[in-house]
């Protein structure tokens, strides 16, 4: 079955500690991205890659970094997360840039107290 | 700058009514629109996409059109039912022409008995 899969689905952490979430694509995608969701404020992308070690930044990257060592795999890495990156959490792929379909994870609910 | 607008925000009706949701974009030059489907806590499911070369698309109960030139796309669900409950959301790539797609807020809709 063509998926995206984050781990975890839930996460609850405190300020500072390091985190990692992991996306992974069976579908030999190039392009994945990160985005995550805020009331009143919608999806809105972290970062996002074209292709093997090849990583840019989104809308809202600052506190985020991202790595792409493999094709299928995308991990998001907070290196100190913050309050204010509690938020719901989605990975997205798609086979090309613009004009192919985007297949999005299950979503990551993640709380920093 | 790309800016999507859904409408109505919220919708709620008996089953088995036709409905129509909404989907606006100010850049009528996209190459595509995709609607997904969002339940509550979960991730989103791709429902359609179309091309920008289409009118419509078609899937089951679900049909949705798209007029570039006037910058919308409806989403037609023909009688609804309780499980069609769920926040729609529709998106288009950014007009940038990277990897990024822009989201409207969404409409909530619920179905009852």
């Known amino acids: 079955e063509a998926q995206v899969t984050q781990n975890p689905r839930y996460l609850i952490t405190v300020t500072g500690k390091k985190l990692t979430v992991t996306c992974s694509q069976n579908?030999?995608?190039?392009?994945m991205s990160w985005y995550r969701q805020d009331p009143g404020l919608g999806l809105r992308q972290i970062y996002y890659s074209m292709n093997v070690e090849v990583t840019d930044k989104g809308d809202v990257p600052e506190g985020y970094k991202v790595s792409r060592k493999e094709k299928r795999n995308f991990p998001l890495i907070l290196e100190s997360p913050s309050p204010n990156q509690t938020s719901l959490y989605f990975c997205a792929s798609s086979l090309g840039s613009v004009n192919t379909e985007a297949f999005f994870g299950q979503g990551t609910r993640l709380t920093v107290v | 700058k790309q800016e999507v607008t859904q409408i109505p925000a919220a919708l709620s009706v008996p089953e088995g009514e036709n409905l129509v949701l909404n989907c606006s974009f100010t850049?009528?030059?996209?190459?595509?629109l995709q609607w997904f489907r969002q339940d509550p806590g979960k991730g989103l499911t791709s429902l359609l996409l179309?091309?920008?070369?289409?009118r419509e698309q078609t899937s089951g109960r679900l049909n949705a059109s798209l007029d570039k030139s006037s910058g919308r796309s409806t989403l037609y669900i023909a009688a609804s039912q309780p499980g069609d409950s769920a926040t729609y959301l529709c998106a288009v790539p950014s007009t940038g022409g990277y990897n990024k797609l822009i989201f409207g807020a969404g409409t909530r809709l619920a179905v009852h008995p």
């Open positions: 179309i091309q920008s070369s289409q």
């Open positions: 579908m030999n995608h190039e392009y």
């Open positions: 850049d009528s030059a996209i190459y595509n």
